[in-house]
């Protein structure tokens, strides 16, 4: 079956204008996740959804963060008034839900968001 | 701070050498798993290994964990080219879904 797909790929945008990344998990996955990844550097964790829960925001650097899951499927971040210090890789992955962290994560190729 | 630190940070060996990383890690897990990751996108999954665990095999990698140290070590035998990618580390707690990864450790594999 399908896996985690991202779009867009890659996106450059001006400092100032929003963005909205989406992500749409394997089907059947009820735990979303989104990290950011910057040049060099270990994965970032930023929201993290399950099922019907109210998602786990700890990891939003500031609230020109937001991230939505419509319908427990597809998710979108979007980034509101870019910054430069935006640019990096968003990754989404998704896993099965039913067990807690020991659940193996499958994640989408990612979108390299770049802010100039 | 990260949760995981993976040491070293680069290493080149030649093919058919085997690749050791480490990794290590601050507070209880309940299971630490490694990703590969290649050209900076997607992650891929190897293992997983759990707290109560202290050896796991798959293929040609072995992956040790000592709880007492807080530590991990991944194993690559035999390396190939294709071996050659980012390996991270990831460490789950109890009662909470997330993954704390680590920094990654760039690993070149000389053909």
């Known amino acids: 079956g399908a896996g985690v797909s991202q779009s867009p790929s890659n996106k450059v945008t001006e400092k100032g204008k929003d963005v909205e990344l989406r992500c749409d998990p394997i089907?059947?996955?009820?735990?979303l996740y989104w990290y950011r990844q910057s040049l060099g550097q270990g994965l970032e964790f930023l929201i993290y959804f399950q099922g019907n829960s109210a998602p786990d925001k700890s990891g939003l650097p500031s609230d020109r963060f937001s991230a939505e899951r419509t319908g427990g499927s597809v998710s979108t971040l979007t980034i509101q008034r870019t910054q430069q210090e935006d640019s990096a890789v968003y990754l989404c992955a998704s896993s099965l839900g039913i067990r807690d962290s020991s659940d193996e994560q499958y994640f989408g190729p990612g979108t390299r968001l770049t802010v100039t | 701070s990260q949760q995981g630190e993976e040491d070293p940070q680069a290493l080149s060996i030649q093919e058919g050498e085997n690749a050791t990383m480490n990794c290590s890690y601050k507070t209880s897990i309940n299971n630490l798993q490694w990703y590969r990751q290649n050209s900076g996108r997607g992650l891929v999954h190897l293992i997983l290994i759990r707290s109560n665990e202290r050896e796991k095999h798959s293929g040609r990698l072995r992956v040790t964990l000592d709880t007492s140290k807080k530590s991990s070590s991944l194993l690559i035998t035999a390396s190939r080219a294709a071996d050659t990618a980012s390996y991270f580390c990831?460490?789950?707690?109890?009662?909470?879904?997330?993954?704390?990864f680590g920094t990654g450790t760039r690993l070149t594999i000389i053909p």
């Open positions: 990831a460490t789950g707690q109890f009662g909470n879904e997330k993954l704390t």
């Open positions: 089907s059947g996955h009820t735990a």
